[in-house]
Protein backbone atom coordinates (compact mmCIF):
# COMPACT_ATOMS: atom_id res chain seq x y z
CA UNK A 1 0.00 0.00 0.00
CA UNK A 2 2.70 2.19 1.07
CA UNK A 3 0.07 4.83 1.96
CA UNK A 4 0.83 5.31 5.64
CA UNK A 5 4.30 6.64 4.19
CA UNK A 6 4.36 10.23 5.10
CA UNK A 7 6.55 11.58 1.80
CA UNK A 8 6.13 15.14 2.80
CA UNK A 9 6.67 15.97 6.70
CA UNK A 10 7.55 19.45 8.09
CA UNK A 11 8.20 20.01 11.63
CA UNK A 12 8.57 23.64 13.29
CA UNK A 13 8.70 25.25 9.39
CA UNK A 14 9.32 28.50 9.53
CA UNK A 15 10.51 30.82 7.03
CA UNK A 16 10.96 35.08 7.85
CA UNK A 17 11.56 37.48 4.88
CA UNK A 18 13.80 39.46 7.28
CA UNK A 19 11.78 40.28 9.98
CA UNK A 20 8.30 39.47 8.51
CA UNK A 21 7.08 36.05 9.89
CA UNK A 22 5.32 33.98 6.49
CA UNK A 23 6.10 30.66 7.58
CA UNK A 24 5.25 30.29 11.38
CA UNK A 25 6.07 26.87 12.59
CA UNK A 26 4.03 24.73 10.71
CA UNK A 27 3.95 20.97 10.75
CA UNK A 28 2.29 18.59 8.64
CA UNK A 29 2.14 15.61 6.57
CA UNK A 30 1.49 14.11 3.36
CA UNK A 31 1.47 10.90 2.70
CA UNK A 32 1.93 8.62 -0.74
CA UNK A 33 -0.96 9.38 -3.50
CA UNK A 34 -2.91 11.63 -1.53
CA UNK A 35 -3.71 15.79 -3.55
CA UNK A 36 -3.69 17.81 -0.53
CA UNK A 37 -4.52 21.51 -1.38
CA UNK A 38 -3.15 24.61 0.94
CA UNK A 39 -5.53 27.24 0.66
CA UNK A 40 -5.25 30.70 2.25
CA UNK A 41 -6.03 34.22 1.58
CA UNK A 42 -2.84 36.54 -0.47
CA UNK A 43 0.20 36.68 1.71
CA UNK A 44 -0.74 33.50 4.17
CA UNK A 45 2.20 31.85 3.01
CA UNK A 46 1.08 29.16 0.38
CA UNK A 47 3.64 29.67 -1.77
CA UNK A 48 6.22 30.04 0.49
CA UNK A 49 5.59 26.33 1.81
CA UNK A 50 5.31 25.08 -1.84
CA UNK A 51 9.00 27.02 -3.08
CA UNK A 52 10.60 25.37 0.45
CA UNK A 53 9.52 21.96 -0.72
CA UNK A 54 11.60 22.23 -3.84
CA UNK A 55 14.47 23.71 -2.35
CA UNK A 56 14.29 27.49 -4.17
CA UNK A 57 13.81 28.66 -0.76
CA UNK A 58 15.41 27.40 2.85
CA UNK A 59 13.46 27.25 5.81
CA UNK A 60 15.02 29.70 8.43
CA UNK A 61 13.91 27.05 11.19
CA UNK A 62 12.65 23.56 11.71
CA UNK A 63 12.48 20.84 9.24
CA UNK A 64 11.66 19.31 6.29
CA UNK A 65 11.76 16.11 4.47
CA UNK A 66 10.93 15.12 0.93
CA UNK A 67 10.75 11.37 0.47
CA UNK A 68 12.73 11.11 3.54
CA UNK A 69 15.08 13.70 2.05
CA UNK A 70 16.17 17.06 3.93
CA UNK A 71 15.45 20.42 1.73
CA UNK A 72 18.42 21.37 3.70
CA UNK A 73 20.78 19.39 2.31
CA UNK A 74 19.60 17.01 -0.87
CA UNK A 75 18.38 19.57 -3.21
CA UNK A 76 19.42 17.98 -5.65
CA UNK A 77 17.93 14.42 -5.40
CA UNK A 78 14.70 16.25 -3.61
CA UNK A 79 14.39 18.25 -7.32
CA UNK A 80 14.97 15.26 -9.72
CA UNK A 81 11.89 13.58 -7.86
CA UNK A 82 9.23 17.08 -7.50
CA UNK A 83 7.65 18.68 -10.49
CA UNK A 84 6.57 22.39 -10.47
CA UNK A 85 4.19 24.48 -12.14
CA UNK A 86 5.17 27.66 -10.51
CA UNK A 87 2.38 30.78 -10.26
CA UNK A 88 4.07 32.79 -12.77
CA UNK A 89 4.47 32.37 -15.94
CA UNK A 90 8.49 31.51 -16.74
CA UNK A 91 8.63 29.64 -19.74
CA UNK A 92 11.84 30.09 -21.83
CA UNK A 93 10.74 32.94 -24.71
CA UNK A 94 13.70 32.39 -26.01
CA UNK A 95 12.68 29.26 -27.26
CA UNK A 96 9.62 27.38 -29.30
CA UNK A 97 7.14 25.13 -27.27
CA UNK A 98 8.94 21.86 -28.15
CA UNK A 99 12.58 23.24 -27.37
CA UNK A 100 11.13 24.32 -23.97
CA UNK A 101 10.04 20.93 -22.95
CA UNK A 102 13.38 19.51 -25.14
CA UNK A 103 15.62 21.83 -23.05
CA UNK A 104 13.83 21.56 -19.71
CA UNK A 105 14.43 17.43 -19.75
CA UNK A 106 18.37 18.31 -20.88
CA UNK A 107 18.24 20.08 -16.98
CA UNK A 108 17.17 16.44 -15.56
CA UNK A 109 19.76 14.62 -17.79
CA UNK A 110 17.11 13.19 -19.97
CA UNK A 111 18.45 11.67 -23.45
CA UNK A 112 17.92 13.60 -26.43
CA UNK A 113 15.79 10.87 -28.09
CA UNK A 114 13.70 10.09 -24.77
CA UNK A 115 13.40 14.21 -24.58
CA UNK A 116 11.78 14.00 -28.15
CA UNK A 117 9.12 11.36 -27.34
CA UNK A 118 8.39 12.86 -23.82
CA UNK A 119 7.60 16.39 -25.41
CA UNK A 120 5.59 14.96 -28.20
CA UNK A 121 3.70 13.18 -25.42
CA UNK A 122 2.86 15.63 -23.51
CA UNK A 123 1.80 18.29 -26.46
CA UNK A 124 -0.41 15.62 -27.85
CA UNK A 125 -2.37 15.36 -24.12
CA UNK A 126 -2.01 19.09 -23.65
CA UNK A 127 -3.36 19.86 -27.16
CA UNK A 128 -0.24 22.18 -28.18
CA UNK A 129 0.81 19.73 -31.20
CA UNK A 130 -0.44 22.90 -33.30
CA UNK A 131 1.72 24.78 -31.28
CA UNK A 132 4.87 23.00 -31.04
CA UNK A 133 7.34 25.21 -33.52
CA UNK A 134 6.04 28.64 -32.76
CA UNK A 135 7.72 30.57 -29.45
CA UNK A 136 6.13 31.62 -26.37
CA UNK A 137 5.00 35.00 -27.10
CA UNK A 138 2.49 33.55 -29.49
CA UNK A 139 0.92 31.28 -26.91
CA UNK A 140 -2.20 32.63 -25.38
CA UNK A 141 -2.73 32.57 -21.23
CA UNK A 142 -4.32 29.60 -21.65
CA UNK A 143 -1.50 27.39 -23.70
CA UNK A 144 0.82 29.28 -21.11
CA UNK A 145 -0.59 27.93 -18.47
CA UNK A 146 -1.34 23.94 -20.02
CA UNK A 147 2.99 24.27 -21.42
CA UNK A 148 3.73 25.11 -17.45
CA UNK A 149 1.87 21.86 -16.71
CA UNK A 150 3.05 19.69 -19.26
CA UNK A 151 6.60 20.71 -18.46
CA UNK A 152 6.09 19.81 -14.35
CA UNK A 153 5.62 16.64 -16.03
CA UNK A 154 8.08 15.83 -18.61
CA UNK A 155 10.52 14.48 -15.84
CA UNK A 156 7.81 12.20 -14.75
CA UNK A 157 8.02 13.25 -10.69
CA UNK A 158 6.61 11.28 -7.87
CA UNK A 159 5.42 14.29 -6.43
CA UNK A 160 3.92 16.98 -8.00
CA UNK A 161 3.66 20.43 -7.04
CA UNK A 162 0.96 22.68 -8.16
CA UNK A 163 1.18 26.69 -7.86
CA UNK A 164 -2.44 28.13 -8.64
CA UNK A 165 -2.31 25.69 -11.73
CA UNK A 166 -5.83 27.39 -13.28
CA UNK A 167 -5.68 30.83 -12.43
CA UNK A 168 -6.56 32.44 -15.76
CA UNK A 169 -8.07 29.64 -17.67
CA UNK A 170 -11.10 28.61 -19.38
CA UNK A 171 -13.52 26.20 -17.88
CA UNK A 172 -12.47 23.69 -20.88
CA UNK A 173 -8.86 24.14 -19.92
CA UNK A 174 -9.66 24.16 -16.47
CA UNK A 175 -11.26 20.68 -16.53
CA UNK A 176 -8.49 19.56 -19.06
CA UNK A 177 -6.07 20.34 -15.83
CA UNK A 178 -8.78 18.71 -13.46
CA UNK A 179 -8.81 15.20 -15.57
CA UNK A 180 -5.06 15.26 -15.81
CA UNK A 181 -4.41 16.12 -11.90
CA UNK A 182 -7.33 12.67 -11.16
CA UNK A 183 -5.96 10.65 -13.94
CA UNK A 184 -1.75 11.72 -12.32
CA UNK A 185 -3.39 10.55 -8.53
CA UNK A 186 -4.91 7.06 -10.05
CA UNK A 187 -0.70 6.84 -10.84
CA UNK A 188 -0.08 7.25 -7.24
CA UNK A 189 1.94 10.55 -7.68
CA UNK A 190 1.51 12.45 -4.58
CA UNK A 191 0.21 16.12 -5.32
CA UNK A 192 0.41 19.71 -3.49
CA UNK A 193 -1.90 22.24 -4.56
CA UNK A 194 -2.72 25.72 -4.00
CA UNK A 195 -5.30 27.69 -5.06
CA UNK A 196 -8.60 30.28 -4.68
CA UNK A 197 -10.76 28.41 -6.71
CA UNK A 198 -12.50 26.34 -3.63
CA UNK A 199 -14.45 24.20 -5.87
CA UNK A 200 -11.53 23.18 -7.11
CA UNK A 201 -10.11 22.20 -4.14
CA UNK A 202 -13.15 20.08 -3.20
CA UNK A 203 -13.07 18.46 -6.61
CA UNK A 204 -9.93 17.37 -6.43
CA UNK A 205 -7.90 17.50 -2.52
CA UNK A 206 -8.49 14.29 -0.53
CA UNK A 207 -7.18 16.66 2.49
CA UNK A 208 -7.13 20.88 2.23
CA UNK A 209 -5.08 22.80 5.01
CA UNK A 210 -6.07 26.10 5.31
CA UNK A 211 -3.08 28.50 6.58
CA UNK A 212 -3.71 31.90 7.62
CA UNK A 213 -1.15 34.62 8.40
CA UNK A 214 1.68 31.53 8.46
CA UNK A 215 0.08 29.04 10.82
CA UNK A 216 -2.40 25.97 9.84
CA UNK A 217 -5.57 27.24 11.23
CA UNK A 218 -7.50 24.42 9.80
CA UNK A 219 -7.25 21.01 8.03
CA UNK A 220 -9.16 17.95 7.00
CA UNK A 221 -11.44 16.09 4.04
CA UNK A 222 -13.37 18.94 2.13
CA UNK A 223 -16.35 17.85 2.82
CA UNK A 224 -16.28 16.96 6.46
CA UNK A 225 -14.81 20.41 6.92
CA UNK A 226 -18.03 21.71 5.31
CA UNK A 227 -20.22 19.88 7.46
CA UNK A 228 -18.17 20.85 10.50
CA UNK A 229 -17.77 24.59 10.14
CA UNK A 230 -20.90 25.22 8.20
CA UNK A 231 -23.31 22.33 8.49
CA UNK A 232 -25.39 21.20 5.47
CA UNK A 233 -27.42 24.37 4.31
CA UNK A 234 -27.49 28.47 4.26
CA UNK A 235 -30.04 30.58 4.75
CA UNK A 236 -30.28 34.08 2.98
CA UNK A 237 -32.23 36.52 2.98
CA UNK A 238 -32.22 40.97 2.31
CA UNK A 239 -31.19 41.94 5.89
CA UNK A 240 -34.15 43.57 7.51
CA UNK A 241 -33.59 44.51 11.47
CA UNK A 242 -37.65 42.96 11.96
CA UNK A 243 -36.75 39.58 10.92
CA UNK A 244 -34.19 39.27 13.36
CA UNK A 245 -35.77 38.24 16.49
CA UNK A 246 -37.71 35.54 14.71
CA UNK A 247 -35.01 34.56 12.98
CA UNK A 248 -32.82 34.29 16.18
CA UNK A 249 -35.75 32.28 17.95
CA UNK A 250 -36.09 30.12 15.19
CA UNK A 251 -32.33 29.53 15.17
CA UNK A 252 -30.50 30.07 18.60
CA UNK A 253 -27.40 27.99 17.84
CA UNK A 254 -27.14 29.66 14.08
CA UNK A 255 -24.43 31.50 13.02
CA UNK A 256 -25.49 34.81 11.69
CA UNK A 257 -23.33 36.47 9.13
CA UNK A 258 -24.31 40.37 8.20
CA UNK A 259 -23.20 40.38 4.07
CA UNK A 260 -23.57 43.86 2.97
CA UNK A 261 -27.38 44.06 2.83
CA UNK A 262 -27.66 40.21 3.02
CA UNK A 263 -28.17 37.81 5.95
CA UNK A 264 -26.72 34.49 5.95
CA UNK A 265 -27.82 31.85 8.61
CA UNK A 266 -25.94 28.80 9.19
CA UNK A 267 -27.05 25.47 11.73
CA UNK A 268 -25.33 22.51 12.29
CA UNK A 269 -29.02 20.91 11.37
CA UNK A 270 -29.52 18.56 8.88
CA UNK A 271 -30.98 19.28 5.47
CA UNK A 272 -34.59 20.34 5.50
CA UNK A 273 -34.67 23.08 8.35
CA UNK A 274 -35.10 26.40 6.49
CA UNK A 275 -37.98 24.97 4.47
CA UNK A 276 -40.15 24.38 7.72
CA UNK A 277 -39.49 27.85 9.32
CA UNK A 278 -39.76 29.59 5.48
CA UNK A 279 -43.53 27.79 5.73
CA UNK A 280 -44.36 29.86 8.44
CA UNK A 281 -42.60 33.25 7.90
CA UNK A 282 -42.40 33.69 4.09
CA UNK A 283 -40.18 36.43 3.15
CA UNK A 284 -38.88 38.01 0.02
CA UNK A 285 -35.85 37.21 -1.61
CA UNK A 286 -34.70 34.06 0.30
CA UNK A 287 -32.52 31.65 -0.92
CA UNK A 288 -31.65 28.37 0.52
CA UNK A 289 -28.35 26.78 -0.58
CA UNK A 290 -26.24 23.79 0.30
CA UNK A 291 -23.09 24.86 1.69
CA UNK A 292 -19.54 24.44 0.44
CA UNK A 293 -15.89 25.00 0.95
CA UNK A 294 -16.18 28.89 0.21
CA UNK A 295 -18.15 29.42 3.15
CA UNK A 296 -15.86 27.40 5.26
CA UNK A 297 -13.14 29.36 3.97
CA UNK A 298 -14.85 32.96 4.90
CA UNK A 299 -16.14 31.85 8.14
CA UNK A 300 -12.37 30.53 9.37
CA UNK A 301 -10.27 33.75 7.62
CA UNK A 302 -12.83 36.35 7.61
CA UNK A 303 -14.01 38.43 5.00
CA UNK A 304 -11.95 41.58 4.77
CA UNK A 305 -9.31 41.86 1.84
CA UNK A 306 -5.33 40.99 2.33
CA UNK A 307 -3.09 42.90 0.52
CA UNK A 308 0.20 40.90 -0.82
CA UNK B 1 18.80 33.48 16.57
CA UNK B 2 21.95 32.88 15.67
CA UNK B 3 20.66 29.38 13.66
CA UNK B 4 18.25 30.41 11.35
CA UNK B 5 20.14 33.47 10.71
CA UNK B 6 23.51 31.11 9.74
CA UNK B 7 21.63 28.90 7.29
CA UNK B 8 20.04 32.31 5.77
CA UNK B 9 22.88 34.44 5.00
CA UNK B 10 25.56 32.20 3.07
CA UNK B 11 29.37 33.35 3.28
CA UNK B 12 30.37 35.31 1.00
CA UNK B 13 33.26 33.64 -0.04
CA UNK B 14 32.01 29.60 0.41
CA UNK B 15 33.52 27.85 -2.38
CA UNK B 16 30.59 26.84 -4.98
CA UNK B 17 29.78 23.37 -5.33
CA UNK B 18 29.44 22.69 -8.78
CA UNK B 19 29.30 19.94 -11.59
CA UNK B 20 28.87 19.35 -14.95
CA UNK B 21 25.23 20.85 -14.84
CA UNK B 22 26.74 24.51 -15.44
CA UNK B 23 27.19 23.26 -18.93
CA UNK B 24 23.56 22.98 -19.56
CA UNK B 25 23.09 26.41 -18.60
CA UNK B 26 25.95 27.75 -20.70
CA UNK B 27 24.06 25.15 -23.49
CA UNK B 28 21.01 26.88 -23.06
CA UNK B 29 22.51 30.38 -24.04
CA UNK B 30 24.31 28.97 -27.11
CA UNK B 31 21.29 27.36 -28.36
CA UNK B 32 19.58 31.10 -27.92
CA UNK B 33 22.84 32.62 -29.65
CA UNK B 34 23.16 30.00 -32.63
CA UNK B 35 19.34 30.57 -32.70
CA UNK B 36 19.67 34.08 -33.37
CA UNK B 37 23.47 34.05 -34.94
CA UNK B 38 22.29 36.88 -38.02
CA UNK B 39 21.54 39.59 -35.10
CA UNK B 40 24.36 38.59 -32.63
CA UNK B 41 27.04 38.32 -35.25
CA UNK B 42 26.35 40.80 -37.97
CA UNK B 43 26.78 43.96 -35.59
CA UNK B 44 30.05 42.59 -33.72
CA UNK B 45 31.87 42.11 -37.15
CA UNK B 46 30.79 45.51 -37.87
CA UNK B 47 32.01 47.40 -34.55
CA UNK B 48 35.78 46.87 -35.00
CA UNK B 49 35.85 47.09 -38.71
CA UNK B 50 34.39 51.23 -37.59
CA UNK B 51 36.92 51.39 -34.83
CA UNK B 52 39.52 50.45 -37.36
CA UNK B 53 38.07 52.97 -39.89
CA UNK B 54 37.87 55.80 -37.76
CA UNK B 55 40.97 55.33 -35.12
CA UNK B 56 43.26 54.09 -37.38
CA UNK B 57 42.77 55.22 -40.80
CA UNK B 58 41.15 58.37 -39.53
CA UNK B 59 42.29 59.49 -36.39
CA UNK B 60 45.46 57.66 -37.30
CA UNK B 61 46.26 59.56 -40.44
CA UNK B 62 47.40 62.63 -38.42
CA UNK B 63 49.24 60.48 -35.93
CA UNK B 64 52.99 59.43 -37.41
CA UNK B 65 53.66 57.03 -34.80
CA UNK B 66 53.20 56.12 -31.00
CA UNK B 67 55.77 54.79 -29.32
CA UNK B 68 57.86 53.90 -32.32
CA UNK B 69 54.85 52.17 -34.03
CA UNK B 70 52.24 53.17 -36.65
CA UNK B 71 49.06 54.20 -34.58
CA UNK B 72 46.82 50.80 -36.11
CA UNK B 73 49.49 49.19 -35.01
CA UNK B 74 49.12 50.18 -31.24
CA UNK B 75 45.49 50.80 -31.06
CA UNK B 76 44.33 47.12 -32.99
CA UNK B 77 45.63 44.88 -29.46
CA UNK B 78 43.54 47.03 -27.65
CA UNK B 79 40.59 46.49 -29.46
CA UNK B 80 40.54 43.23 -28.80
CA UNK B 81 41.31 44.05 -25.47
CA UNK B 82 37.77 46.01 -25.58
CA UNK B 83 36.26 43.64 -27.50
CA UNK B 84 36.55 41.52 -24.14
CA UNK B 85 35.61 43.64 -21.39
CA UNK B 86 31.97 44.60 -23.32
CA UNK B 87 31.16 41.54 -24.83
CA UNK B 88 31.41 39.87 -21.19
CA UNK B 89 30.43 42.65 -19.11
CA UNK B 90 27.14 43.28 -21.40
CA UNK B 91 26.38 40.07 -21.51
CA UNK B 92 26.89 39.14 -17.59
CA UNK B 93 24.69 42.84 -16.95
CA UNK B 94 21.86 43.39 -19.23
CA UNK B 95 21.44 39.68 -20.88
CA UNK B 96 22.12 37.49 -17.43
CA UNK B 97 19.19 40.18 -15.52
CA UNK B 98 16.69 40.03 -18.31
CA UNK B 99 17.03 36.24 -18.05
CA UNK B 100 17.10 36.91 -14.12
CA UNK B 101 14.52 39.25 -13.54
CA UNK B 102 11.99 39.92 -16.39
CA UNK B 103 12.39 36.32 -18.26
CA UNK B 104 12.37 34.54 -14.95
CA UNK B 105 14.27 31.42 -16.69
CA UNK B 106 16.89 31.20 -13.34
CA UNK B 107 13.54 30.31 -11.33
CA UNK B 108 12.93 27.66 -14.26
CA UNK B 109 16.02 25.96 -14.19
CA UNK B 110 16.64 25.91 -10.61
CA UNK B 111 13.42 24.03 -10.14
CA UNK B 112 15.77 21.20 -11.50
CA UNK B 113 18.27 19.45 -10.60
CA UNK B 114 20.41 22.22 -11.43
CA UNK B 115 21.29 24.42 -8.42
CA UNK B 116 21.57 27.96 -8.13
CA UNK B 117 25.29 27.95 -7.73
CA UNK B 118 25.44 26.11 -11.36
CA UNK B 119 23.20 28.48 -12.89
CA UNK B 120 25.32 31.83 -11.99
CA UNK B 121 28.59 29.57 -12.91
CA UNK B 122 26.78 28.27 -15.92
CA UNK B 123 26.05 32.44 -16.83
CA UNK B 124 29.52 33.44 -15.95
CA UNK B 125 31.07 31.02 -18.20
CA UNK B 126 28.45 31.89 -20.76
CA UNK B 127 29.79 35.71 -20.53
CA UNK B 128 33.22 34.40 -20.81
CA UNK B 129 32.37 32.71 -24.47
CA UNK B 130 31.13 35.74 -25.63
CA UNK B 131 33.84 38.08 -24.79
CA UNK B 132 36.16 35.03 -26.50
CA UNK B 133 33.43 35.37 -29.72
CA UNK B 134 33.82 38.75 -30.12
CA UNK B 135 37.29 39.01 -29.31
CA UNK B 136 37.86 36.42 -32.07
CA UNK B 137 35.75 38.04 -34.32
CA UNK B 138 37.93 41.56 -33.80
CA UNK B 139 40.99 39.22 -34.49
CA UNK B 140 39.80 38.07 -37.59
CA UNK B 141 39.33 41.11 -38.66
CA UNK B 142 42.99 42.74 -37.61
CA UNK B 143 44.05 39.21 -39.17
CA UNK B 144 42.43 40.39 -42.62
CA UNK B 145 43.92 43.78 -42.49
CA UNK B 146 47.18 42.76 -41.54
CA UNK B 147 47.68 40.26 -44.33
CA UNK B 148 45.95 42.52 -47.15
CA UNK B 149 46.97 46.40 -46.28
CA UNK B 150 49.36 46.47 -43.46
CA UNK B 151 51.16 44.05 -41.30
CA UNK B 152 49.15 44.77 -37.24
CA UNK B 153 50.05 41.51 -36.01
CA UNK B 154 53.66 41.20 -34.97
CA UNK B 155 54.32 37.98 -32.93
CA UNK B 156 53.45 34.27 -33.89
CA UNK B 157 51.45 34.14 -30.28
CA UNK B 158 48.61 36.12 -31.33
CA UNK B 159 46.70 33.06 -31.09
CA UNK B 160 46.90 33.21 -27.63
CA UNK B 161 44.13 36.05 -27.64
CA UNK B 162 41.56 33.46 -27.38
CA UNK B 163 41.98 31.76 -24.16
CA UNK B 164 42.81 35.37 -22.92
CA UNK B 165 39.85 36.55 -24.09
CA UNK B 166 38.11 33.85 -22.39
CA UNK B 167 39.66 34.17 -18.56
CA UNK B 168 39.77 37.86 -19.24
CA UNK B 169 35.76 37.39 -20.33
CA UNK B 170 35.13 35.40 -17.13
CA UNK B 171 36.93 38.45 -14.69
CA UNK B 172 34.97 40.76 -16.69
CA UNK B 173 31.94 38.43 -16.13
CA UNK B 174 32.38 37.95 -12.47
CA UNK B 175 32.76 41.35 -11.56
CA UNK B 176 29.51 42.14 -13.74
CA UNK B 177 27.74 39.35 -12.36
CA UNK B 178 28.63 41.23 -8.99
CA UNK B 179 26.65 44.34 -10.45
CA UNK B 180 23.92 42.12 -11.02
CA UNK B 181 23.50 41.17 -7.85
CA UNK B 182 22.94 44.21 -6.34
CA UNK B 183 20.67 45.95 -9.17
CA UNK B 184 17.34 46.75 -8.01
CA UNK B 185 16.30 47.11 -12.13
CA UNK B 186 17.95 47.61 -15.54
CA UNK B 187 18.88 51.09 -15.16
CA UNK B 188 20.92 50.49 -12.40
CA UNK B 189 23.90 49.48 -15.01
CA UNK B 190 24.19 53.15 -15.99
CA UNK B 191 26.29 53.04 -12.99
CA UNK B 192 28.58 50.86 -13.90
CA UNK B 193 28.76 51.10 -17.69
CA UNK B 194 29.46 55.27 -17.35
CA UNK B 195 31.17 55.27 -14.32
CA UNK B 196 33.50 52.21 -15.05
CA UNK B 197 33.04 51.04 -18.15
CA UNK B 198 33.96 54.21 -20.18
CA UNK B 199 36.40 55.58 -18.17
CA UNK B 200 38.18 51.90 -19.02
CA UNK B 201 37.70 52.20 -22.42
CA UNK B 202 39.85 55.33 -22.94
CA UNK B 203 41.94 55.46 -19.75
CA UNK B 204 43.90 52.12 -19.47
CA UNK B 205 46.25 52.36 -22.37
CA UNK B 206 43.68 51.96 -25.32
CA UNK B 207 43.90 54.77 -27.52
CA UNK B 208 47.35 56.75 -26.03
CA UNK B 209 50.13 55.53 -23.90
CA UNK B 210 49.89 54.82 -20.24
CA UNK B 211 52.71 57.25 -19.90
CA UNK B 212 50.77 60.08 -21.14
CA UNK B 213 48.95 59.92 -17.56
CA UNK B 214 50.12 61.16 -14.37
CA UNK B 215 52.34 58.97 -12.32
CA UNK B 216 49.22 58.90 -9.58
CA UNK B 217 46.62 57.87 -12.29
CA UNK B 218 48.77 55.76 -13.79
CA UNK B 219 49.72 53.95 -10.73
CA UNK B 220 45.77 53.58 -10.25
CA UNK B 221 45.67 51.93 -14.02
CA UNK B 222 48.05 49.31 -13.43
CA UNK B 223 46.58 48.84 -9.38
CA UNK B 224 42.93 48.38 -9.91
CA UNK B 225 41.42 49.30 -13.49
CA UNK B 226 41.57 45.29 -14.97
CA UNK B 227 41.28 46.42 -18.64
CA UNK B 228 44.73 47.84 -18.13
CA UNK B 229 45.84 44.18 -17.44
CA UNK B 230 44.53 43.02 -20.89
CA UNK B 231 45.60 45.27 -23.16
CA UNK B 232 48.73 44.57 -21.58
CA UNK B 233 48.62 41.29 -22.25
CA UNK B 234 46.97 41.35 -25.74
CA UNK B 235 50.20 44.07 -26.92
CA UNK B 236 52.42 41.51 -25.62
CA UNK B 237 50.91 38.47 -27.88
CA UNK B 238 49.48 40.87 -31.02
CA UNK B 239 52.07 43.64 -31.49
CA UNK B 240 54.68 42.35 -29.35
CA UNK B 241 55.27 45.47 -27.65
CA UNK B 242 54.12 46.33 -23.74
CA UNK B 243 55.53 49.83 -23.12
CA UNK B 244 57.24 49.83 -19.46
CA UNK B 245 55.76 52.26 -17.31
CA UNK B 246 56.11 53.27 -13.36
CA UNK B 247 59.66 51.94 -13.82
CA UNK B 248 58.60 48.09 -14.44
CA UNK B 249 60.08 46.47 -17.49
CA UNK B 250 57.74 45.09 -20.36
CA UNK B 251 58.21 41.13 -18.80
CA UNK B 252 57.65 42.53 -15.26
CA UNK B 253 54.18 44.33 -16.25
CA UNK B 254 53.19 41.08 -18.39
CA UNK B 255 53.57 38.81 -15.30
CA UNK B 256 51.59 41.32 -12.94
CA UNK B 257 48.74 41.76 -15.55
CA UNK B 258 48.46 37.67 -15.79
CA UNK B 259 48.89 37.18 -11.92
CA UNK B 260 46.37 40.02 -11.25
CA UNK B 261 43.89 38.45 -13.85
CA UNK B 262 43.99 35.13 -12.20
CA UNK B 263 43.59 36.90 -8.37
CA UNK B 264 40.65 38.95 -9.45
CA UNK B 265 39.03 36.30 -11.39
CA UNK B 266 38.89 33.50 -8.77
CA UNK B 267 38.24 36.32 -6.39
CA UNK B 268 35.09 37.64 -8.56
CA UNK B 269 34.16 34.43 -9.51
CA UNK B 270 33.40 33.14 -5.89
CA UNK B 271 31.98 36.49 -4.70
CA UNK B 272 29.32 36.37 -7.44
CA UNK B 273 27.99 33.48 -7.50
CA UNK B 274 27.62 33.87 -3.66
CA UNK B 275 25.58 36.84 -3.96
CA UNK B 276 23.74 36.15 -6.98
CA UNK B 277 22.81 33.38 -4.87
CA UNK B 278 21.98 35.05 -1.54
CA UNK B 279 20.13 37.41 -3.76
CA UNK B 280 17.72 34.62 -5.45
CA UNK B 281 17.07 32.42 -2.55
CA UNK B 282 16.23 35.39 -0.03
Not at chain 2, 33 to 61: M, R, W
Request: with cysteine; hydrophobic share 45%; net charge neutral.
Amino acid sequence: MGSTEALIEAKGLTKLYGEVIAVDHIDFKVYKGECVGFLGPNGAGKTTCVRMMYCFLPPSSGELQIAGLSVNTQCRQIKSLVGVAPQEDNLDPDFTVMKNLTVYCRYFDISKAEAAKRANEQLKFFQLEEKRDVTIDALSGGMKRRLIFARALINQPQILLLDEPTTGLDPQARHLAWDEVRNLKKKQVTIILTTHYMDEAAVLCDRILIIDKGKIIEEGNPSELVKKHVGEEVLEVDYDERLLPALKEAFPDGDFERLGDRLQIFTDKPHGVFEGFLKDHPMPNVTIRTTNLEDVFLKLTGRGLREE
Amino acid sequence: MTGPNLRKSPARFAIPKLSYRVWKVWRRNFDVFTKTITVNFFPSLLEPILYLLAFGLGLGGYITSVLGQPYLVFISPALVAIAIMNGSFFECTFASFVRMYFQKTFDAIVATPVSVEEVVAGELLWGATRATINATIVLAVIGVVSLTIRPLIFTPLFLLAIPLAFFGGLMFGSIAMCFTAAAPNIDFFNFPSFLFLTPMFFLCGTFFPLSKLPQGAQGVALAILPLTQVVNIARGIISGHVEPILGLSSPILLLISLVWIIGVTLFFFVLSINLMKKRLTS
